[in-house]
């Protein structure tokens, strides 16, 4: 099972800065099959990025993806009041395995 | 604009079978680029795959969780479903139902419900 570990655990910063959110795989991720999600408090997971930099739906262009094989980032230019929230990264290692790394969770400074 | 909504009991008690549905509109599970999923997370946690339906038949389940589940669909009613059995206070969570797109080779959890919270306890 390929594990996923986000860091930090938990970011403080404040609106107008920029966020950048770590997602490291045990071993190497195909970027067709790493996604990214945020969660608010009481909600569902929504979708982010998916296939490590393309924007779901809907989604501003302040929030990039990038990264290969390992190491995969989550990158937020300049935040927004509504950013503040819990990211997940999650991987497809093949039949049956999804996997969910245990989110960082942003939160205003 | 798909939407799913899981129903179910709130609490069930240890050693008995937790059982919840997922009702899906603005789309139907018997389409050929999605699984249906259920994904969930205990209070405080982190998001854990549970397992897949496909074509109504096709299932993929967590190896962690498989001796004890049974994910199947029912098309004249749009739905999926989730059946644990023999459940212990460690399956107590939040359980999501969720379409995995597969389309253009990005595997991706596009939509989800609300979620569903299920204790487990007597």
């Known amino acids: 099972e390929i594990v996923l570990t986000q860091s930090p655990g938990t970011l403080s910063l404040s609106p107008g800065e920029r966020a950048t959110l770590s997602c490291r795989a045990s071993?190497?991720?195909?970027?067709?099959?790493l996604t990214w999600y945020q969660q608010k408090p009481g909600q569902a997971p929504s979708l982010l990025i998916y296939?490590?930099?393309r924007r779901a739906t809907g989604i501003p262009d302040r929030f990039s993806g990038s990264g290969s094989g390992t190491d995969f980032t989550l990158t937020i230019s300049r935040l927004e009041p509504e950013d503040f929230a819990v990211y997940h990264c999650?991987?497809?290692?093949?039949?049956?395995?999804?996997?969910f790394g245990q989110g960082t969770k942003l939160e205003i400074k | 604009q798909v939407q799913l909504q899981e129903s179910g009991p709130g609490l069930v008690k240890p050693s008995e079978t937790l059982s919840l549905t997922c009702n899906v509109s603005?789309?139907?599970?018997?389409?050929?680029?999605?699984?249906w999923s259920w994904i969930r997370q205990p209070p405080g946690k982190g998001l854990e795959w549970i397992g897949n339906?496909?074509?109504?038949?096709?299932?993929n389940y967590n190896p962690s969780l498989k001796s004890r589940l049974t994910i199947s669909v029912d098309t004249s009613k749009n739905q999926f479903s989730l059946k644990l059995s023999s459940v212990t206070a460690a399956d107590t969570a939040v359980y999501y139902c969720a379409r995995l797109n597969v389309g253009n080779i990005f595997w991706r959890f596009d939509y989800w419900g609300q979620g569903s919270l299920v204790t487990v306890s007597s």
């Open positions: 071993q190497s991720v195909s970027s067709s099959y």
């Open positions: 603005g789309g139907s599970v018997s389409s050929g680029s999605y699984y």
């Open positions: 339906i496909y074509y109504s038949v096709n299932t």
């Open positions: 999650q991987q497809y290692g093949g039949s049956p395995s999804f996997t």
């Open positions: 296939g490590a930099s």
